[in-house]
Every structure is written in C-alpha cells, then in structure tokens.
C-alpha cells in the first residue's frame, strides 16, 4: 500500500494551460506539503496544510493554489501554466507533533512546452 | 534566515570507496538535521537524522554527528556500493511552522 500517492505521474502540457496535481496520504497524518524540484534537483517548499489551514506559504507566484478537501488529501492547482513552472513536485506529509519526519511522494514531473 | 549548503556533485566513486558529502548549516534557533536520499525516479526518504548536538544518526551503513561546533552534519560511508548511487539531500528543522530547509542535493554515482 502507498503511503503518499500523486497523481498524475507525468503531466505535459502547453503554456498557458490550467492544471492539478493530486495527492492523497493514508498515513492518518495531519500535515501535508508540496515541494518543488528544479533542474538543478535544489528541492523548495511551497505550502504546507496543517487542519486545512495554511502553515506556510513560501515566495511562490499566486498562480499555484493548494486545495485541501480533506485531511488526507492537498491538490495543487496552477493556473496559466508558464515555462518555468517545469519541474518535478514533490507532495508530503508528517505528524503535527513530528514535522521533522516528512514522508514524500514518488513525484510528478511536469512539463510545459 | 536558515539554510544548508552542501558540497556540489557530482560525486563519482568505485564500489567499496569511502564516502563525504558534507553540509553545514546557519540557524537562529537550535535545529534537528536530516540527511534524505532520492535513488532514481523515486520521492525522497529520510536516510537518518539527529536532533541535538553530538548526536551521531546511523543507517544502512551510513553515519553523520551532529557538530554544532563546526555548524555540520556531513554524511559518511566506510564502503559504498552502485546501489548507493542517488541524490543526497542535507536538510534542517527548527520546528517553527512545520519549515524545513533542504541544501541544494549532492548526486552519487558508484561504479562497479
């Protein structure tokens, strides 16, 4: 059984476009995260979900929005996909009380032409 | 505001080399560090991790002691193998809002 699932796994797509990226943890976890993998593999947080409320959001573009449904599961949306946004994404989760010990995801690499 | 640097990769070695890949850190508060490993294709997992100073994490084969002295936590392997081959990731956590800082990842290939 995966502990922390994204789909999809691979997304290409053109500029401009709108799309998701899901994950869902069946850890019972309460905290959840995305992180941004660039080419140069330098790996960046960029939200993290704690109770469906947001923990941190780092200096990432307004652009990209985490939508939490539910404890188990964060959703990154992005709009008006740009060249840059290229990248792997790396969902993960952890317990409120032990956030130093993140379980990731196996990643989502997206493309943009 | 706090950070880790690791040394740039690549690093190639021969099986049954030894291993460092160091890291040092800048950090306001007291913090736990981490060393993650990605193998290729896969999410990071937490290789082991020390919470306070001198503490030594150990696993697989692989150590590094937490020296606050030196502001470094650098990984090291007696003896590697090619399965040993992945990107390495120096990371830290104060703790404070769930904010975890990783260094910019060492990548490790072992040939046979």
């Known amino acids: 059984d995966t502990a922390v699932s994204q789909t999809p796994k691979y997304l290409v797509t053109q500029m401009g476009n709108d799309k998701s990226i899901k994950c869902e943890q069946n850890?019972?976890?309460?905290?959840m995260y995305w992180y941004k993998q660039d080419s140069k593999k330098f790996l960046k947080i960029m939200f993290s979900y704690n109770n469906k409320e947001l923990i941190i959001n780092e200096t990432v573009p307004n652009r990209f929005s985490p939508k939490s449904p539910d404890k188990a599961h964060l959703n990154l949306h992005i709009n008006s996909l740009e060249l840059g946004d290229s990248a792997v994404y790396f969902c993960?989760?952890?317990?409120?009380?032990?956030?130093?010990?993140?379980?990731f995801g196996p990643g989502t690499r997206l493309l943009v032409l | 505001g706090d950070s880790v640097t690791q040394m740039e990769g690549p690093v190639t070695l021969s099986e049954e080399a030894f291993l460092t890949i160091n890291c040092t850190y800048t950090?306001?508060?007291?913090?736990?560090l981490f060393w993650y490993v990605q193998y290729p294709g896969e999410g990071l997992q937490l290789l082991l991790k020390?919470?306070?100073?001198?503490d030594k994490g150990s696993n697989k084969g692989f150590e590094a002691t937490y020296r606050k002295e030196t502001t470094s936590f650098h990984l090291e392997k007696g003896s590697v193998q090619v399965s040993d081959s992945a990107v390495y990731f120096c990371a830290l956590s104060t703790g404070n809002n769930n904010d975890m800082r990783f260094g910019a990842g060492t990548r490790l290939t072992v040939k046979p």
């Open positions: 020390a919470t306070k100073a001198d």
């Open positions: 850890l019972g976890h309460d905290t």
């Open positions: 993960a989760s952890s317990h409120v009380g032990n956030q130093e010990t993140q379980y």
């Open positions: 950090a306001t508060g007291y913090p736990s």
